[in-house]
């Protein structure tokens, strides 16, 4: 697996403007990917700093770590940026606080265009998606174990799919038959059950409850809003750290959790003082989220649904 089938790094320049590599002596990109992002940062850290790159993907890891090893600095981390409090070996190398953290929190290209991952609609692959293939759950366990109630709230909360109900009762139907092994098939059976007139506009059928079968495989918003908190209490005063979500579902948990980051009191409104004492721990550098330019969005197509949020640790 080489660089190239990663995917290239989204809002590259925009990340480094707010990051700052160059007055940073510890950064984190928790997910890692092919390493493009990391690059970046680490052509930019000045002599003697410390880069980890973290990803739950072993293929990830070992192609990262073939682009980046000219790097004395770059420190690869197989594990989930979910546990970066735990797994990153900062006492290791004397470093009380990291000045930079990265996430991106989009599927690689790779994991996408590989066919045995069974992420794409598109591509026949057993079900799989998981982005850990040592994790136990599987899209197949998913489709095939899941009660067609559990089945429809995935598919309406982390899909957004407004034929929810209907998809997955007939996932429930079809797997009555013989269990519902490839993507192709789930992906015929989800067309199926979307009436005529909503399969002719828009994007393809299937790629809402795609969406939603990943992201319950992976567990990529239980427990999001805990990460994003844990990560930002890991920088250091002046410290940045940098999120980029790619649906609506995401968004709205980082933008909530930098809101409570910069404004934690809880306090009722109508107190004349705060009296719970929580003190901001950061602010806010981009109000509005950032978005690719048109340049980028002609070269790099799955830039279109990225938002670049960043916050600012500052001095308690």
């Given at each position: 697996?080489t660089?190239?089938?990663?995917?290239?790094?989204?809002?590259?320049?925009?990340?480094?403007e707010?990051?700052?590599?160059?007055?940073?002596?510890?950064?984190?990109?928790?997910?890692?990917?092919?390493?493009?992002?990391?690059?970046?940062?680490?052509?930019r850290?000045?002599?003697?700093?410390?880069?980890?790159?973290?990803?739950?993907?072993l293929?990830a890891?070992?192609?990262?770590s073939?682009?980046?090893?000219?790097?004395?600095?770059?420190?690869?981390i197989?594990?989930?940026?979910?546990?970066?409090?735990d797994?990153?070996?900062?006492?290791?190398?004397?470093?009380?606080?990291?000045?930079?953290i990265?996430?991106?929190?989009?599927?690689?290209?790779?994991?996408?265009?590989d066919?045995?991952?069974?992420?794409?609609?598109?591509q026949?692959a057993?079900?799989?998606?998981?982005?850990?293939?040592?994790?136990p759950?599987?899209?197949?366990?998913?489709?095939?174990?899941?009660?067609?109630?559990?089945?429809?709230?995935i598919?309406?909360?982390?899909?957004?799919?407004?034929?929810?109900y209907?998809?997955?009762?007939?996932?429930?139907?079809?797997?009555?038959?013989?269990p519902?092994?490839?993507?192709?098939?789930?992906?015929?059976?989800i067309?199926?059950?979307?009436?005529?007139?909503?399969?002719?506009?828009?994007?393809?059928?299937?790629r809402?409850?795609?969406?939603?079968?990943?992201?319950?495989?992976?567990?990529e918003?239980a427990?999001l809003?805990?990460?994003?908190?844990?990560?930002?209490?890991?920088?250091?005063?002046?410290?940045?750290?940098?999120?980029?979500?790619?649906?609506?579902l995401?968004?709205?948990?980082?933008?909530n959790?930098?809101?409570?980051?910069?404004d934690?009191?809880?306090?009722?409104?109508?107190a004349?003082?705060?009296?719970?004492?929580?003190?901001?721990?950061?602010?806010?550098?981009?109000?509005k989220?950032?978005?690719?330019?048109?340049?980028?969005?002609?070269s790099?197509?799955?830039?279109r649904?990225?938002?670049?949020?960043?916050?600012?640790?500052?001095?308690?």
């Open positions: 697996m660089e190239s089938s990663y995917h290239t790094p989204i809002m590259l320049s925009q990340v480094l707010l990051l700052s590599p160059e007055r940073c002596m510890a950064t984190v990109d928790g997910t890692l990917g092919g390493g493009g992002h990391s690059e970046g940062i680490l052509e850290l000045p002599a003697g700093a410390h880069h980890f790159g973290i990803d739950r993907d293929d890891i070992n192609a990262a073939e682009r980046l090893s000219k790097y004395e600095g770059f420190h690869p197989h594990g989930n940026f979910f546990d970066m409090k797994i990153l070996p900062l006492e290791e190398y004397g470093i009380q606080a990291v000045d930079g990265l996430l991106d929190l989009g599927v690689s290209s790779h994991q996408l265009d066919g045995s991952r069974g992420f794409s609609y598109g026949e057993p079900l799989d998606m998981r982005m850990d293939r040592t994790a759950l599987s899209a197949r366990d998913v489709v095939n174990g899941y009660d067609a109630r559990k089945l429809f709230e598919i309406r909360d982390y899909g957004e799919e407004r034929f929810a209907r998809i997955a009762n007939a996932i429930a139907e079809a797997r009555e038959k013989a519902i092994e490839t993507t192709t098939e789930l992906a015929e059976i067309k199926a059950a979307i009436p005529a007139p909503a399969r002719r506009e828009g994007p393809h059928p299937a809402r409850t795609f969406q939603a079968l990943r992201i319950e495989v992976n567990s918003l427990g809003a805990e990460a994003v908190k844990n990560a930002a209490m890991l920088l250091s005063p002046g410290g940045v750290m940098c999120v980029i979500t790619f649906h609506s995401e968004d709205r948990i980082v933008k959790v930098f809101r409570e980051l910069k934690p009191c809880t306090c009722p409104p109508s004349p003082i705060c009296i719970c004492g929580k003190k901001p721990i950061a602010e806010i550098l981009t109000p989220p950032i978005t690719a330019d048109e340049d980028e969005l002609l790099n197509p799955r830039a649904s990225a938002k670049l949020r960043a916050i600012r640790r500052i001095h308690i």
